[in-house]
């Protein structure tokens, strides 16, 4: 049987290691001998027979994409349409093509995944390809229980951060003239190899999907895939239900722009829900924690915040360095980087007279790209056109806005002088603000969440 592949068939295998290649051969072997498989060859397998393997693990419509791709194939170039069934040589051919492929040959699978016909495809027909293949990706993991303390997609029907992620991945495509496809008007416009090529290329996420789908949808070569870069691990202390703000794929995108070495893991600094709606609280959970994501979402249901590359201090001056970044994932994703216009990239006070009293980045006094007020549940985002530090737009509805919900996260593993931080309570930490609670009349949330020491 292995005399019979294809020259061609055999310089596709050639990219597999042996022991991946015997994993290929092993899942084609079970494919092709379905009993519940009619009218297919020892040598091949059926839509029927894919879906019988595949399950729940997939939606139905990523199966049949899968499915059609690997049938069009054309080996030899002289097939006049796509085969009636996937042979051996086929399959191994685009497993390699979306496992082991150049962005050319990924390219090749992504425009046989969209359409039967060789020539360009309509852009909103990639749309609903990466709509398709960013709902997928969540589907398999949260069915596989690799979410990683995230939460996914619980109502059926199509996401809307789904939509939202895929709008983001599809406005990095450059169509033949340079422009970007962005806006309804460019849903027409025709997308050729080239074009899906490029996009391939420059845009990661979309192998990544692609990847993570096929090793966990058909689970084949999965023991090679590392999810800790795709998927940070939550970790949110006292052992309390908490629903956050954010979603998987709102994390796997902001995720993907922090320094590589802080992408494993989110630790719960702070939440309005569990601390309190206090700044005096938010002060004193996050400063001195190092690299950490905030988070807020205002009365409108915007979701946006900011990315603090150095530990938070209370202090007049403004601090941090040009890792930082602003970012948006609701109602649009985009991450707003630094202009080396100044250096307001963060900027925390408290307890001042003449100067203002909050946590901002970006911009400056009285005018920053994201500020949260003093008074904690207010804030502004202001730019005419864009805020100075990041480029950003208004990343709010509303310039002033109000908000409830806010979080902090740390990114990465913390050091041992911020472990000691995190094991004190913001009032043994902060006399001043457990003074400014009392005095406040707010209620003094970390008394009821001390936890008794261990005598060990």
């Not at 950490?292 to 403004?318: M, R, T």
């Not at 006070?349 to 980045?361: V, Y």
């Amino acid at each position: 049987m292995g005399n019979s592949r294809s020259r061609v068939g055999q310089s596709f295998r050639s990219q597999f290691l042996p022991e991946e290649q015997a994993e290929i051969d092993q899942l084609f072997d079970a494919l092709s001998s379905d009993k519940n498989s009619p009218n297919t060859s020892s040598r091949s397998f059926s839509l029927k027979a894919l879906q019988n393997h595949v399950g729940e693990a997939l939606p139905p419509e990523m199966v049949t994409r899968l499915y059609d791709g690997m049938r069009r194939v054309d080996l030899m170039g002289k097939v006049k349409g796509p085969s009636e069934n996937v042979s051996q040589e086929q399959f191994t051919a685009s497993m390699s093509h979306l496992l082991k492929g150049s962005s050319q040959e990924k390219s090749l699978m992504i425009v046989k995944m969209i359409s039967a016909t060789e020539g360009p495809v309509k852009a909103r027909e990639v749309q609903k390809f990466t709509e398709d293949l960013v709902g997928s990706m969540v589907h398999v993991l949260n069915h596989r229980q690799e979410l990683r303390g995230w939460t996914g997609q619980e109502a059926p029907g199509p996401s809307p951060r789904v939509q939202v992620l895929a709008a983001q991945l599809l406005s990095e495509m450059k169509l033949q003239d340079g422009e970007r496809l962005q806006g309804p008007r460019w849903l027409d416009c025709d997308c050729d190899r080239a074009v899906i090529e490029d996009w391939v290329f420059r845009v990661p996420h979309v192998a990544t999907f692609l990847s993570v789908v096929i090793r966990k949808g058909l689970l084949i070569l999965s023991s090679s895939l590392d999810l800790t870069t795709l998927i940070p691990e939550r970790q949110v202390d006292q052992g309390r239900h908490f629903e956050s703000i954010l979603d998987v794929l709102s994390v796997v995108y902001i995720n993907a722009h922090l320094p590589r070495e802080q992408q494993h893991r989110w630790r719960l600094l702070f939440s309005s829900e569990l601390h309190g709606h206090s700044f005096s609280q938010l002060c004193g959970h996050i400063t001195h924690r190092g690299p950490c994501v905030a988070v807020l979402e205002d009365h409108d249901k915007h979701v946006f915040g900011g990315f603090a590359s150095c530990s938070w201090e209370v202090k007049p001056q403004f601090q941090g360095d040009d890792r930082c970044f602003l970012f948006s994932v609701c109602p649009s994703m985009a991450v707003h980087t630094h202009t080396g216009y100044n250096d307001h990239y963060m900027y925390l006070n408290h307890g001042q007279q003449t100067i203002p009293n909050g946590l901002g980045m970006g911009g400056q006094h009285n005018y920053f790209g994201l500020w949260v007020d003093v008074d904690f549940g207010k804030g502004h985002s202001r730019a005419k056109p864009t805020c100075t530090t990041y480029n950003s737009p208004q990343l709010s509805a509303q310039e002033n806005f109000q908000f409830d919900k806010m979080e902090v996260w740390a990114v990465g593993d913390p050091s041992e002088t911020q472990m000691a931080k995190g094991n004190k309570s913001i009032l043994d930490a902060d006399p001043e603000a457990q003074a400014l609670l009392e005095i406040s009349g707010r209620s003094r949330h970390s008394e009821g969440l001390r936890e008794v020491p261990d005598d060990e």
